[in-house]
């Protein structure tokens, strides 16, 4: 017996001159996906579920929102955080 997957979400119209959207998350999931990746380490595939896009898109925002907290001097290290914290 074949299971079939759920139907995809409908894609947003894009810009004028572009195909499809670029993002499929508004601002404030791509920082939310980006803090909590950076302080817990969650997968891109994990957040892609969550979000029902695919994991290229979560990257896409990490990649994007990641400098721009760093820039601020907002970015968490890698292994500097406390354990239990």
Do not use: N
Request: glycine share 12%.
């Amino acid at each position: 017996m074949r299971v079939r997957a759920p139907p995809a979400a409908p894609r947003r119209p894009a810009a004028p001159g572009r195909r499809w959207a670029k993002y499929v998350l508004v601002c404030t999931d791509r920082l939310l996906v980006t803090l909590v990746h950076l302080r817990t380490g969650l997968t891109h595939e994990a957040f892609g579920v969550i979000y029902q896009v695919g994991a290229s898109t979560i990257g896409q925002a990490i990649g994007e929102i990641g400098p721009l907290l760093a820039k601020r001097g907002s970015a968490v290290r890698r292994g500097t955080e406390e354990a239990g914290s």
